[in-house]
């Protein structure tokens, strides 16, 4: 008797900074994009797992590219979808995804669905309106610690660190890097995310990986 496996559902939340100061190498963080979709293409048909994906990018606007799409049809992402220019609104980033992923996500079993949401930034809040201070704070505190989120931050702008340590996001799911470090600190995340996406899911260490990892 064959004894099928056991699939899970993945619902994956990509929140990129696409303001004024992500210019300079934004190019190669589109590229390392590009390459993670594959990536997750190619691991969702491995394992028959369902991966679903959203992009969201952002600068003054928070803007939805891509809502719940399923790995296999995941486009190539281009210039007129991800581009550089704008402020950074990233308190309004980070709660307008949380609050939609968990509208759109509804409740779920740990046990066969996770949501991943991992936010990238290079800059400090400067744009926000709708989500500051407390609102913040408290959103994050209910959703960093639910059985089934994974919450990270990834920043290249030590003031952009700093604000999401005063909206008490948790220092061991945050990585940090020099401004001239955002497509290296890309590919450090497809790495990460793709070891992740071969142990089918689980909860994971997010310190940044040593040059023998990579």
């Avoid at 099928?4 to 004024?20: C, N, P, Q, R």
């Avoid at 891509?66 to 709660?95: E, Q, S």
């Avoid at 500051?132 to 994050?140: C, Q």
Wanted: aromatic letters at 10%.
């Amino acid at each position: 008797m064959t004894i099928e496996k056991e699939t899970k559902t993945l619902h994956y939340f990509i929140v990129a900074d696409a303001s004024g100061s992500m210019g300079d190498q934004i190019v190669e963080v589109r590229m390392e994009l590009n390459n993670h979709f594959k990536v997750l293409k190619e691991k969702a048909a491995e394992t028959g797992d369902t991966v679903k994906v959203s992009l969201i990018t952002f600068d003054t606007r928070i803007q939805w590219k891509l809502t719940g799409v399923l790995a296999h049809d995941l486009p190539v992402i281009t210039d007129r979808d991800y581009r550089a220019g704008g402020m950074t609104a990233l308190f309004d980033a980070v709660g307008t995804t949380i609050h939609k992923a968990a509208y759109q996500v509804g409740s779920f079993d740990p046990e066969k669905e996770s949501v991943w949401v991992m936010v990238f930034s290079d800059g400090g809040e400067n744009a926000s309106h709708e989500f500051k201070g407390r609102h913040l704070k408290a959103l994050l505190k209910e959703y960093q610690e639910k059985a089934g989120w994974t919450v990270t931050f990834t920043g290249c702008d030590i003031s952009g660190l700093e604000d999401m340590k005063a909206m008490e996001f948790r220092m061991d799911r945050t990585r940090d890097y020099q401004s001239y470090e955002k497509a290296k600190a890309f590919r450090d995340l497809n790495q990460t995310y793709t070891s992740f996406l071969e142990k089918r899911m689980s909860s994971f260490d997010f310190k940044k990986p040593s040059q023998d990892e990579l």
